[in-house]
């Protein structure tokens, strides 16, 4: 299938995991098959868009049948590197780092966080969820004996930059940065996932004052 | 402006935000002129892309002269509607629910949260930052008196649907949405924005996937 998925465009991909999510949610509603009209109604895309995404990652498809919904969950859910699973870290225990860490979802989907971590000696040894804070000056020593995939970065904006660098100089590769900057580390084969709080609140924003001008028009 | 603003397409209002940071960030540091180039440079787009991005709000450039920060920043702080404050309650007091409402940002950024309600009596009193958790029974009575723009939902999935639909009827009209759900609310004026954290770790779990087999090949 690697053939395919190395071609995929970043639209795909982030349709990806909605596909993944109504296909769960089809299978514990006790749905076999699904056709991509109806594939189509949940995901609010066109039945053409849905075959088109799917034939991307390899068809699951057949003519007049549809798709069964196991199989083409199990699917995406390969591409996605969904069935193994991943270790994560949580840099920063303020408000983001503490919601990931106590967030139940992620565990459940395969993601485990194994520490976390504050510069803030106030923070160290207090107790979020089920971790004890450790001070960031661990990290070293923790990453020698521990293997991360994902540093989860929630550090205020102006340590961002300097936090991240550290992280992947310890050898991890995946950054999932909830601080407000942009980070660079296209030399370095690391992936960045950002999640900009502020800038989704501001496209909201944006799309309040769209509709209030219409409707004062 | 707003005959320019009504067209944006979808991609430019999401990089708008990032504009903005940017020439926040710029004004900060004490810059006043800017070119495409290096606003290009710092957003990782082209400056070709900036200029069509930036006319598309109705130009604020000048022929060999560039931009001039503040005029711009504020221009697509306008357009962004962030030239004046916005009210928000919190629907749900969990990890996510908590995180809003302590995030410091977003008050800087003229989001004000007024209040925060749950369905679980044993989080109903609680302290979360500055706010007191209130009964979602409460919810009809506090919108009689204060109005919300936007309703948080961070309720859990099975709940989520149900929340939005009284909230909706209650008035508010924009959902920022947390939980792993699609609201339709097509036919009702309602603006959602969707901030699915599990959609975007599982992109993150693609791109590392991508990564080690293009390694291993």
Known sequence: ????????????????????????????????????????????????????????????????????????????????????????????AGSIGSAVARYPNFLAEGFTTLAMFDTDPAKVGNRVGDLTVQSMEQLGVFLTSRKADIAVLAVPAYAAKETAEQVVKLGVHAVWNFAPVDLDFEKDDVTVVNVHLSESLQVLSYLLEQKEKGAGS
């Open 1 to 92: 299938m690697s053939e395919h998925t190395d071609r995929l465009s970043d639209a795909v991909v982030h349709r990806l995991p909605g596909y993944y999510r109504h296909l769960r949610e089809m299978e514990r509603e006790g749905i076999r098959q699904v056709s991509s009209t109806e594939l189509g109604r949940r995901m609010g895309q066109t039945p053409s868009l849905v075959r088109q995404d799917l034939n991307s990652i390899g068809g699951f498809g057949r003519q007049g049948y549809g798709y069964d919904v196991t199989v083409l969950k199990n699917g995406i859910g390969n591409v996605l590197g969904l069935n193994h699973s991943h270790t994560m870290i949580i840099l920063g």
